[in-house]
């Protein structure tokens, strides 16, 4: 080759090589195109993803248990953002409960499950779940979460929190009213069907014969087995006509027959108590279980807020404005 040829052959080739160059330096040099949110992301928190798949599903249960016509868009909104919440705060309880090695074990769902169905007669759970849209790995897979959020609240926050007896005695003091016992009768009735019976029963009483016997042979209420006994009742547990009665008695005393739609009755009272405050050391459990209960709320506001706000939770408002309600048909892979 000639050198002129050979010097044309080269610049020629130089310039492709420079032009190829280029274009290359050209793109590792401009800037990063600028990429929105991701479409298929709802939200993020500390960087694990709600997909807007899960998102969809878990709102289309949340609406279907609506009633009356489909909402709008509008009426969609609340939803929505309640949901997001909800579903942001699971996210985060598990992050906690998983920070915390606090898991449960595959026999520990089984019980959950377990004591779900049981709220159902038999072959009924099923139905519940298919309408629900729920498969019982879907269900399974809800209970392991659940319970995992009440191992952490058990272990990590409950545990914290304690009553004191200066606690005690001061909500005990703020609700004297709550431990107020109004006075109670304790009585026994027999009921039939006609005046002329209860007369003659009446009559039987008089004569000496037991109230219990004759209310366990005659009487047509269901306590005729215990001889017609209705325990202790303050006023208003019974119907009124009875109450008008049984206040007015002493001790021991029957009442003239009385007629109510149930038929006629006669009424002895047994006993009585008269009205008083039930002491402390009667109601310390109960006392103390209120307050261990709204301690434990108080206590878990906090948590959950403390992990909120040391979060990083991030809401696609895009993806999320554009949800109206209805699952987004996946494409097929």
């Not at 195109?33 to 878990?58: C, H, I, K, W, Y």
């Not at 952490?152 to 200066?166: C, M």
């Not at 703020?174 to 029963?201: T, W, Y």
């Not at 206590?299 to 209805?326: H, P, S, Y």
Request: hydrophobic share 40%.
């Amino acid at each position: 080759m000639r050198p002129a040829s050979l010097r044309a052959s080269l610049l020629s080739w130089s310039t492709t090589l420079l032009f190829v160059a280029g274009v290359l330096g050209l793109g590792g040099c401009r800037a990063p195109t600028q990429e929105g949110p991701d479409p298929t992301v709802v939200a993020t928190v500390n960087g694990e993803s709600l997909s807007r798949a899960d998102f969809e599903q878990e709102l289309a249960r949340e609406l279907a248990t609506t009633e009356g016509p489909e909402p709008t868009p509008e009426e969609v909104e609340p939803f929505k953002r309640a949901l997001v919440d909800t579903l942001v705060k699971r996210m985060l309880l598990l992050q906690a409960a998983k920070q915390n090695n606090i898991a449960v074990t595959p026999e520990e769902v089984d019980r959950g499950v377990l004591r779900l169905s049981g709220d159902y007669p038999a072959g009924n759970f099923n139905e519940v779940l298919a309408a629900g849209q729920l498969s019982m790995a879907e269900l399974r897979a809800r209970e392991a979460s659940r319970l995992t959020i009440e191992k952490l609240f058990t272990h990590h926050v409950y545990s914290r929190v304690a009553v004191t007896e200066e606690e005690l005695r001061a909500y005990y003091a703020a609700h004297e009213a709550d431990f107020q016992e109004p006075e109670e009768v304790h009585a026994a009735q027999m009921v039939v069907k006609g005046l002329d019976e209860a007369r003659r029963l009446q009559a039987q009483l008089k004569a000496g014969k037991k109230f219990s016997d004759l209310a366990r042979r005659y009487s047509l209420s269901a306590d005729a087995k215990v001889g017609g006994d209705l325990g202790f009742f303050p006023r208003g547990q019974m119907p009124p006509a009875f109450d008008e009665v049984v206040f007015k008695l002493g001790v021991g005393q029957v009442s003239d027959v009385v007629s109510t739609e149930y038929g006629y009755h006669l009424f002895k009272v047994l006993d009585r108590r008269p009205p008083r405050k039930r002491e402390l050391a009667e109601v310390r459990s109960k006392v103390e279980g209120r307050l261990l209960e709204t301690k434990r709320a108080q206590a878990q506001e906090t948590f959950e807020k403390e992990l909120r706000d040391k979060a990083q939770v991030v809401v696609n408002e895009a993806t999320l404005q554009t949800i109206r309600g209805r699952p987004v048909p996946q494409a097929a892979k």
